[in-house]
């Protein structure tokens, strides 16, 4: 397809996803500063404040394979600005918020931006030459744990020394900033997928996963039994299997779910849950263990901003992993990259269970965590993109994204459970227990054993399938 917009310098587009992408995963960190002091600063109690939490991880889930498939249909670049208008007004509202409500709302419009980076992973496609594409991909998509891994510190500085309103306009800037920045440079595509709005499928699967995931991400609190987490959790699954059988049946689908149940996507994505999951686990763990006070017998007793510090260049790792990682897809494929990086997560879980009582030694190894999450991050959406057509490539990230969610959430609520019922008092000071945190980090270690297996047994793509990726298809 012959392009008629101004040619752009390919590295400067690929700056400018990553930079959007940066953006949306930042705001997935931007509150664990002050986390514990939410029920004061928001004039609200304890039992309510951890929606504020819940709110953004349930949109993201939510909005993240919609805005996959209104990319498809209306343009990538079209949606992806209009998230981050709304990423921008959700900062803005919770700069400007002093209690719960308003707070949640806003929370609410941040997490719809997350649909921006697979979005980002899908304009690559459309708009770069094929041996650009690796790294590129790579760099976008490691964007979803650099953002938090750097965004911690960030945040953890902005809210140690200035009013926490601070870090919301900080965030306010960026979304704009990123706005902007796609507006002047990262061309459209015209490559449309043709079709109606699937309306009942949005209001299905919205509904589905709102319900799943709230069950998921408050049941540890609520209790496990509670008719509340027993009410969500079955309607949830419930909608979601009458929203999958509504699926099959349509014309146009929200999500095709013939393609997503090729063997290819299908194990991807199951991989990318059991990817998801280890990541999370080491989120949890590592942070507890270097704050809390020596006393313990295990904590470290590092400040928020020094312990940022130590898990900061984690996220260096991932990125700095991207031209490496675009190098080795090319040479060796996909499905290799993603075997190695969750091996080397599983390594790193594996070093992690002997060695964590210096903060040196968490430090190392979760730089090698950061090094397999950029390998195993890089190769899921070009297995993706590899086995879907190209017309589709913005649902089946969206939905491969949300599967990255599912495993977060389901290790937030596993994890929660388990440091919750470990919880002991060790010289006045109250927390989790060693064997609490020895058990998550084995699971960890499982979830990326998991990961490994299911990648060997990813099949590849046939020969003559619709994958193949056009190189610099720009439109007006």
Same mark, same amino acid.
């Given at each position: 397809?012959?392009?008629?917009?101004?040619?752009?310098?390919?590295?400067?587009?690929? =700056?400018?996803?990553?930079?959007?992408? /940066?953006?949306? #995963?930042?705001?997935?960190?931007?509150?664990?500063?002050?986390?514990?002091?939410?029920?004061? *600063?928001?004039?609200? &109690?304890?039992?309510?404040?951890?929606?504020?939490?819940?709110? +953004? %991880?349930?949109?993201?889930?939510?909005?993240?394979?919609?805005?996959?498939?209104?990319?498809?249909?209306?343009?990538?670049?079209?949606?992806?600005?209009?998230?981050?208008?709304?990423?921008?007004?959700?900062?803005?509202?919770?700069?400007?918020?002093?209690? @719960?409500?308003?707070?949640?709302?806003?929370?609410?419009?941040?997490?719809?931006?997350?649909?921006?980076?697979?979005?980002?992973?899908?304009? *690559?496609?459309?708009?770069?030459?094929?041996?650009?594409?690796?790294?590129?991909?790579? /760099?976008?998509?490691?964007? %979803?744990?650099?953002?938090? !891994?750097?965004? /911690?510190?960030? &945040?953890?500085?902005?809210?140690?020394?200035?009013?926490?309103?601070?870090?919301?306009?900080?965030?306010?800037?960026?979304?704009?900033?990123?706005?902007? *920045?796609?507006?002047?440079?990262?061309?459209?595509?015209?490559?449309?997928?043709?079709?109606?709005?699937?309306?009942?499928?949005?209001?299905? /699967?919205?509904?589905?996963?709102?319900?799943? $995931?709230?069950?998921?991400?408050?049941?540890?609190?609520?209790?496990?039994?509670?008719?509340?987490?027993?009410?969500?959790?079955?309607?949830?699954?419930?909608?979601?299997?009458?929203?999958?059988?509504?699926?099959?049946?349509?014309?146009?689908?929200?999500?095709?779910?013939?393609?997503?149940?090729?063997?290819?996507?299908? *194990?991807?994505?199951?991989?990318?849950?059991?990817?998801?999951?280890? %990541?999370?686990?080491?989120?949890?763990?590592?942070?507890?263990? $270097?704050? @809390?006070?020596?006393?313990?017998?295990?904590?470290?007793?590092?400040?928020?901003?020094?312990?940022?510090?130590?898990?900061?260049? #984690?996220?260096?790792?991932?990125?700095?992993?991207?031209?490496?990682?675009?190098?080795?897809?090319?040479?060796?494929?996909?499905?290799?990259?993603?075997?190695?990086?969750?091996?080397?997560?599983?390594? &790193?879980?594996?070093?992690?269970?002997?060695?964590?009582?210096?903060?040196?030694?968490?430090?190392?190894?979760?730089?090698?965590?950061?090094?397999?999450?950029?390998?195993?991050?890089?190769?899921?959406?070009?297995?993706?993109?590899?086995?879907?057509?190209?017309?589709?490539?913005?649902?089946?990230?969206?939905?491969? =994204?949300?599967?990255?969610?599912?495993?977060?959430?389901?290790?937030?609520?596993?994890?929660?459970?388990?440091?919750?019922?470990?919880?002991?008092?060790?010289?006045?000071?109250?927390?989790?227990?060693? &064997?609490?945190?020895?058990? +998550?980090?084995?699971?960890?270690?499982?979830?990326?054993?998991?990961?490994?297996?299911? !990648?060997?047994?990813?099949?590849?793509?046939?020969?003559?399938?619709? +994958?193949?990726?056009?190189?610099?298809? $720009?439109?007006?």
């Amino acid at each position: 397809m012959e392009s008629t917009a101004p040619h752009r310098p390919f590295g400067l587009i690929i =700056a400018v996803l990553a930079f959007a992408g /940066l953006g949306a #995963s930042f705001m997935q960190t931007i509150l664990i500063p002050i986390q514990p002091e939410l029920p004061r *600063l928001l004039s609200a &109690s304890s039992d309510d404040t951890p929606w504020v939490i819940t709110a +953004t %991880l349930v949109a993201a889930a939510v909005c993240t394979p919609i805005a996959g498939r209104l990319g498809d249909m209306y343009g990538k670049r079209r949606i992806a600005m209009a998230l981050l208008l709304l990423q921008a007004c959700g900062a803005i509202l919770a700069a400007l918020s002093e209690t @719960l409500v308003p707070m949640i709302i806003a929370r609410v419009l941040q997490g719809m931006a997350a649909g921006v980076i697979p979005l980002g992973i899908s304009i *690559l496609r459309d708009v770069l030459p094929a041996k650009r594409l690796g790294s590129a991909i790579a /760099l976008v998509s490691a964007t %979803l744990g650099v953002g938090g !891994a750097l965004g /911690l510190p960030l &945040s953890a500085f902005v809210a140690a020394n200035f009013d926490w309103h601070a870090l919301f306009w900080l965030a306010a800037g960026i979304a704009i900033a990123c706005f902007v *920045l796609y507006a002047v440079v990262v061309p459209a595509s015209t490559l449309r997928s043709p079709g109606r709005l699937d309306v009942v499928g949005i209001i299905g /699967l919205a509904l589905g996963l709102v319900g799943t $995931l709230i069950a998921i991400s408050r049941g540890g609190e609520w209790g496990w039994g509670d008719g509340r987490t027993l009410g969500f959790l079955i309607g949830g699954v419930v909608i979601l299997l009458v929203w999958g059988v509504y699926e099959l049946r349509v014309k146009d689908p929200l999500v095709d779910l013939r393609v997503s149940a090729r063997g290819a996507v299908l *194990l991807t994505n199951l991989a990318s849950v059991a990817m998801g999951f280890a %990541l999370f686990a080491s989120n949890v763990v590592f942070p507890q263990l $270097l704050e @809390l006070p020596t006393a313990t017998g295990i904590g470290l007793g590092l400040s928020l901003v020094v312990a940022a510090m130590v898990l900061a260049p #984690s996220g260096l790792a991932m990125m700095a992993m991207s031209p490496v990682a675009g190098r080795l897809e090319r040479i060796r494929g996909p499905k290799p990259l993603l075997v190695a990086g969750a091996a080397v997560i599983a390594v &790193s879980y594996g070093a992690a269970l002997l060695f964590h009582a210096e903060f040196w030694q968490i430090l190392i190894v979760n730089i090698l965590l950061g090094i397999g999450v950029g390998l195993g991050y890089a190769a899921m959406p070009a297995l993706i993109m590899r086995a879907v057509p190209a017309s589709e490539t913005g649902a089946a990230n969206g939905l491969n =994204a949300l599967m990255r969610s599912l495993g977060t959430s389901v290790a937030a609520a596993v994890v929660g459970a388990i440091l919750a019922q470990s919880v002991t008092t060790v010289h006045g000071v109250v927390g989790p227990s060693e &064997s609490g945190f020895m058990i +998550t980090l084995a699971l960890g270690l499982g979830a990326a054993v998991l990961c490994v297996i299911l !990648a060997a047994f990813i099949p590849h793509p046939k020969k003559g399938a619709e +994958t193949a990726i056009p190189e610099g298809v $720009l439109g007006d």
